[in-house]
């Protein structure tokens, strides 16, 4: 099965049927199969071929969910990147996928033609509205594409074994990574979950997480995948809406991270109707066990699922809800279908209690990454049988004696804030790139709220100007919101530890 | 200081660490990536911080929070309120 035979296949089955609730739109499953075969047919027109890839830079909305099973229709790979990034690492990601197309906001005119320049693999833009008298024989208009071209499904040109997508995360060495899924990965994954969730057709899922996300992204082909309808926000920014939102559209599934529940937990629900609430979801980062408890006060008719995973296998754990009693604080067991283990550096397997490597083996473990040979070699080794891989997923667990598993630490120094994974050295490349620094020492700290907040230490030249505001608008000018330090501290100096390397642990 | 220039100051300094708000007053935070979900908690307590106003949950909508000039109507409508 290929991913986009999800959309398809409840085109087919259900197309009357509400699949897509967005920007003030309600779009059916013919709809969506109908604009999402006229943008494929455009971008074979364009000339895009079987596996090129093609950039999806949007915030949440019709066009971006229409655009991921355009790209897959049309035989491509997806790339999507989150609307908050910042030029330099946009042109990054584009030059090193060598990107032929890419679809985004049309507001964005500056930055469109900085990337046209800088990125010579790009052969087609498509902007969605306004276009802003943006033109040009490689820019399109998504309108125009919906007015122009045939809303005949495509026929298909892949195997499961093609790539359907590259998920750029952040690694430990700064530098952006794409996570390769073929489309068996996928397709296995997204079942996998789905049985667990116990997911039916007329489940209706709230999607706040952006969709460049995987776990964003998997509510959206999840949804399409059971026949059911995908309520669409661009974040939970406003909560209030949101819950509107959810008492209107009698809303039955709702994936979170911790700083999401936080946030839910401090409103007053009670002017809310929310008893259509099936299930809540949570990953990216463990609930502090009184979240846990005050979730299950606040919504006693609702499941809660526990979950852990990394892009790399999609989804790896997740608790069954019968077991969050006794074990608030696991994560659980491996999804349907695959197998996990843990093990020391020397590749024994360890017993319980003991803490190792959570190693994954299952369909659910990806490709590798996107043409750096040695960091996939770190993480995706060669498994019991010839050819298969195993995910090392550089995180600390250990399982209890009934086979639980429970994280303990990450191996690598990369922090979770807001459920995203920030390197350190990824925002201290960005201050190193201002002259005037001459040392910089990134660290997470305990937040109530975020999970961990970012907080730099930096020491500048002397005699140096700068402030804390110009080192945290630098900050914010090329780093995704997420990254953006909430403390800064300007020092005279940074401990060291005997070998003259920067000691943070002793920074807090 | 008018309440509008009360803001654009703190969100120059505090969110977009500048010295000046680049926007109108009008524009809207949302489509100039001006805000993201916690900027908007912070602004809440900010206001009620600097006005003395209280902020109900239901409150926190993009008509009140999504422009400078859509949060200085908001908080004089909240101040004649409680006068």
């Known amino acids: 099965m290929l991913i986009h035979q999800f959309l398809e296949n409840s085109a087919d089955r259900l197309p009357d049927k509400i699949a897509l609730i967005c920007d003030g739109q309600r779009l059916t499953y013919a709809d969506v199969e109908a604009q999402a075969n006229r943008l494929a047919n455009a971008l074979r027109a364009q000339g895009l071929q079987r596996g090129d890839r093609v950039a999806l830079y949007l915030p949440n909305s019709v066009e971006m969910a229409i655009a991921i099973f355009a790209v897959l229709k049309a035989g491509g790979v997806f790339v999507p990147i989150n609307p908050t990034t910042k030029y330099d690492k946009c042109a990054y990601i584009l030059n090193h996928c060598a990107a032929r197309s890419l679809i985004t906001h049309g507001r964005q005119i500056d930055l469109i033609n900085q990337l046209l320049q800088n990125v010579p693999s790009l052969k087609t833009i498509v902007l969605v509205s306004p276009t802003n008298g943006a033109n040009g024989d490689r820019i399109m208009s998504y309108d125009a594409i919906q007015a122009d071209y045939s809303e005949h499904r495509p026929p298909p040109i892949n195997i499961d074994l093609d790539l359907a997508c590259l998920i750029y995360t952040s690694g430990s060495t700064g530098e952006p990574k794409g996570v390769m899924a073929d489309h068996s990965n996928v397709v296995f994954a997204a079942s996998s979950i789905i049985q667990y969730l116990g997911n039916i057709e007329s489940d209706i899922v709230i999607g706040l997480l952006p969709l460049s996300f995987d776990y964003g992204l998997y509510q959206l082909l999840m949804t399409f995948k059971f026949g059911g309808t995908l309520v669409l926000e661009k974040g939970f920014t406003y909560p209030?809406?949101?819950?509107?939102?959810?008492?209107?559209?009698?809303?039955?599934?709702?994936?979170?991270?911790?700083t999401i529940f936080t946030m839910l937990l401090k409103m007053d629900l009670s002017n809310y109707d929310l008893s259509n609430l099936r299930y809540l979801t949570n990953t990216a980062a463990a609930l502090p066990p009184s979240h846990i408890t005050e979730i299950r006060d606040k919504f006693p008719w609702a499941t809660l699922f526990s979950m852990y995973g990394l892009t790399e296998t999609k989804r790896t754990l997740y608790l069954p809800p019968e077991h969050l009693d006794q074990r608030s604080?696991?994560?659980?067991?491996?999804?349907?279908?695959?197998?996990?283990?843990?093990?020391?550096?020397?590749?024994?397997?360890?017993?319980a209690g003991q803490v190792g490597e959570l190693v994954v083996r299952g369909r659910h473990v990806m490709r590798g990454y996107w043409n750096a040979p040695e960091k996939t070699a770190v993480r995706f080794r060669p498994g019991p049988l010839p050819g298969e891989r195993l995910c090392y997923?550089?995180?600390?667990?250990?399982?209890?004696?009934?086979?639980?598993?429970?994280?303990?630490?990450?191996?690598?120094?990369?922090?979770?804030?807001?459920?995203?994974?920030?390197?350190?050295?990824?925002?201290?490349?960005?201050?190193?790139?201002?002259?005037?620094?001459q040392e910089a020492a990134v660290i997470g700290v305990a937040d109530p709220v975020l999970g961990q907040a970012i907080k730099a230490f930096v020491v500048l030249n002397p005699g140096s100007l700068?402030?804390?505001?110009?080192?945290?608008?630098?900050?914010?000018?090329?780093?995704?919101?997420?990254?953006?330090?909430?403390?800064?501290?300007?020092?005279?100096?940074?401990?060291?530890?005997a070998n003259g390397k920067i000691n943070k642990l002793e920074l807090n | 200081?008018?309440?509008?220039?009360?803001?654009?100051?703190?969100?120059?300094?505090?969110?977009?660490?500048?010295?000046?708000?680049?926007?109108?007053?009008?524009?809207?935070?949302?489509?100039?990536?001006?805000?993201?979900?916690?900027?908007?908690?912070?602004?809440?307590?900010?206001?009620?911080?600097?006005?003395?106003?209280?902020?109900?949950?239901?409150?926190?909508?993009?008509?009140?929070?999504?422009?400078?000039?859509?949060?200085?109507?908001f908080v004089r409508s909240k101040q004649q309120v409680a006068a």
Request: glycine share 6%; proline share 5%.
């Open chain 1, 240 to 258: 209030a809406i949101i819950l509107q939102r959810m008492e209107e559209e009698r809303v039955t599934g709702f994936p979170g991270v911790p």
């Open chain 1, 329 to 351: 604080s696991s994560v659980g067991i491996p999804i349907p279908g695959t197998e996990a283990w843990i093990e020391n550096d020397d590749g024994q397997r360890l017993k």
């Open chain 1, 393 to 437: 997923t550089g995180d600390l667990f250990r399982t209890d004696e009934e086979g639980f598993f429970y994280f303990v630490a990450r191996k690598d120094d990369v922090i979770k804030s807001r459920g995203e994974k920030v390197p350190p050295k990824e925002v201290e490349q960005v201050l190193y790139a201002l002259e005037d620094v």
């Open chain 1, 466 to 497: 700068l402030t804390n505001g110009d080192l945290l608008r630098h900050c914010r000018a090329n780093l995704e919101d997420f990254m953006v330090p909430r403390f800064m501290e300007i020092r005279t100096e940074l401990p060291k530890s």
């Open chain 2, 1 to 73: 200081m008018k309440v509008e220039e009360v803001l654009q100051k703190h969100i120059a300094e505090t969110i977009l660490f500048s010295n000046i708000y680049p926007y109108s007053n009008a524009e809207s935070f949302t489509e100039n990536g001006v805000l993201d979900s916690m900027n908007v908690i912070e602004l809440v307590a900010f206001l009620e911080r600097q006005f003395g106003v209280q902020v109900a949950d239901h409150e926190i909508i993009p008509d009140n929070f999504d422009s400078i000039s859509k949060m200085a109507a």
